[in-house]
């Protein structure tokens, strides 16, 4: 019982390599760590199928699948049901929203998946899998992690707004402050030595509140 617990409790943390697996999706059987080669991944669980809230935040995601499709990103979920719950949940929503889950839903049946990404969280539930959000990188690495409980849904906005900052910074070698969004100006890096301290304080940024916290406009 203590190893299974052990084993439940496994949560990969921001920077780790994203852990392989291979499951059976409504798209197919995938191998994570051959899928959607050069692009993010946005993997995300949810509690169960045929579920209000659960319902509202697939249908968020299939609704904004075009925004991430812009941001070179695949959308893969995940819950303790089995491939014909999926569908069958799937096809209803369409059949009475006209809302299409068009990205694979993983079944995580014997919830392998789930306990390799920290996704049973034994307080809340043994047997669901809280709404966890990894963002991981081409390289198949963890780069941020959102966790929430089985009765709060999750902000579409946020998730977008935090997967475009990551790649920005990436791209600009940059920092992100407080509520950033696209257009907003950049944070320059800390300096790391004298030279760049006196840069900061010399250089012409759009803002400067002294050199330890300098932004500029992409």
């Known amino acids: 019982m203590e190893q299974e617990l052990k084993e439940i409790n496994i949560m990969p943390r921001i920077g780790d390599q994203a852990p392989d697996f291979e499951a059976v999706t409504t798209k197919g059987k995938i191998k994570f760590s051959a899928f959607a080669k050069d692009k993010w991944i946005i993997l995300f669980s949810h509690p169960a199928d045929f579920t209000p809230v659960c319902t509202t935040e697939m249908s968020g995601f299939a609704q904004r699948k075009a925004e991430f499709d812009a941001l070179n990103t695949e959308l893969i979920g995940l819950s303790i049901d089995s ?9 209803n929503v369409k059949e009475n929203t006209g809302v299409y ?15 390799l990404y920290g ?9 669901a899998a809280v709404r966890a959000v990894f963002f991981i990188d081409p390289s198949k690495k963890i780069r941020l992690v959102m966790y929430y409980p089985l009765n709060v849904g999750r902000n579409m906005d946020e ?8 790649q920005v910074s990436d791209a600009n070698g940059v920092a992100m402050p407080l509520n950033w969004k696209k257009g ?10 004298l ?7 010399d250089g012409n940024y759009a803002e400067k509140i002294d050199f330890y916290l300098v932004k500029k406009d992409l």
């Open 83 to 91: 491939i014909h719950a999926h569908l069958a949940w799937v096809n």
């Open 101 to 115: 889950f068009d990205f694979p839903i993983i079944a995580d049946i014997d919830m392998k998946v789930s306990r």
């Open 119 to 127: 996704m049973l969280q034994p307080n809340e539930s043994e047997t």
């Open 159 to 166: 998730i977008l707004r935090a997967l475009e900052a990551l």
């Open 184 to 193: 907003d100006r950049v944070i320059v890096p800390p300096p790391k030595d």
């Open 195 to 201: 030279d760049e301290m006196q840069e900061r304080i």
